[in-house]
Nanobody, 124 residues
Framework: QVQLVESGGGLVQAGGSLTLSCATTEHTISLYTMAWFRQAPGKEREFVAAISRIPSRTAYASSVSGRFIIFKDNAKNLVYLKMNGLKPEDTAVYYC?????????????????WGQGTQVTVSS
């Protein structure tokens, strides 16, 4: 059973930075493609970034490309999302997800496992 637990959310001013972490069960990130999605109040859950298992191909939503970085530490079973230049429109609950496929897909239906989410609030 794959378990995903997000942490690192919080309140930050516009222009600031946060790094989210996703703790996974052993071997998960070496076997699965990992991703971050987010959901703002009243909106659909949307793709943010993904990183494939091997090799570590990455993909980003256009709205975060150049500001956010997804990376992982296989030895620690952790996936990170480093968020720079945060904007109020980045405010959302951020979810970690995993899929058995090898490509970093941008759609929620392609992912098999989800965490509970961590709140990120960016004040203007």
């Amino acid at each position: 059973q794959v378990q995903l637990v997000e942490s690192g959310g919080g309140l930050v001013q516009a222009g600031g930075s946060l790094t989210l972490s996703c703790a996974t069960t052993e071997h998960t990130i070496s076997l699965y493609t990992m991703a971050w999605f987010r959901q703002a109040p009243g909106k659909e859950r949307e793709f943010v970034a993904a990183i494939s298992r091997i090799p570590s191909r990455t993909a980003y939503a256009s709205s975060v490309s150049g500001r956010f970085i997804i990376f992982k530490d296989n030895a620690k079973n952790l996936v990170y999302l480093k968020m720079n230049g945060l904007k109020p429109e980045d405010t959302a609950v951020y979810y970690c997800a995993a899929r058995t496929g090898g490509m970093p897909e941008p759609t929620t239906g392609q992912y098999d496992y989800w965490g509970q989410g961590t709140q990120v609030t960016v004040s203007s």
